[in-house]
Every structure is written in structure tokens, then in C-alpha cells.
């Protein structure tokens, strides 16, 4: 049952991006400011994203290029931030979650 993988990725920003936003509307993550609230989201997309497509850097990416309304200066740290968040999660999943969760399949050697 093969299908068009753009038709997964966009309830999966949606889904992502809802579930970083209630992590940044806590109390505690937003009493720390606004960046932290906008990368809580950022983090989720880009992991859900990676882990979606089996494409860690694309995940990373596509959120640093939708990065518009960022103020000057702080591309870089939020760089640093989602390649942290994203990396993580798959020393985290790699076996685990990873191998049955990905459409595109790894390249074999």
C-alpha cells in the first residue's frame, strides 16, 4: 500500500507543532521567556519530522527555513538547540522506534 509521503508530513507538523506549543504554554517553560517557548515547538517539529522521514538534517532544516519571524543574531543557537533535540531523540529511538516508524527507508551499503 504505497502512497504519497507528503500526505503524512502535514498532520505531523500540525500534530508536533500542537503538542511543543502546550509544552511552551506551561508555566515553567514560559516563565522562561519567549525563545524557549518558541523552541519547545521547533524541537518537537523537527524531531517528529526526522523521525518521520528518516532524515535528521531535513528535519533541522525545514524549521530553520521557516524561520522568519526570528530576531537577528540567534539562528545559530536555535541551530545548535534543534540539532540537539533531534540528534537525542535518535540515540535515543534508533532501535528501538526509528527502524518501524520511517517512510523512506535507509540507504544500504
Known amino acids: ?11 505531523t507538523i ?9 509544552v511552551g504554554a506551561s508555566t515553567t ?4 521567556g519567549g525563545q524557549f517557548i518558541y523552541l519547545s515547538t521547533a524541537a518537537a517539529t523537527s524531531v517528529s519530522l526526522a523521525v518521520l522521514l ?14 522568519a519571524n526570528i530576531p537577528e543574531g540567534t539562528v545559530s543557537a536555535n541551530f545548535i538547540a534543534l540539532s540537539l533535540a533531534v540528534f537525542f531523540c535518535y ?7 526509528t527502524p518501524y516508524v520511517h517512510l523512506i527507508k535507509s540507504p544500504k551499503a
Open 54 to 67: 528518516n532524515t535528521n538534517l531535513f528535519g533541522i532544516m525545514m524549521i530553520v527555513v521557516l524561520q
Open 1 to 11: 500500500a504505497g502512497g504519497f509521503v507528503g500526505g503524512a508530513i502535514y498532520p
Open 29 to 32: 517553560v514560559a516563565s522562561w
Open 91 to 97: 540515540a535515543l529511538t534508533r532501535k528501538l522506534v
Open 14 to 22: 500540525f500534530m508536533s507543532s500542537a503538542l511543543g506549543s502546550a
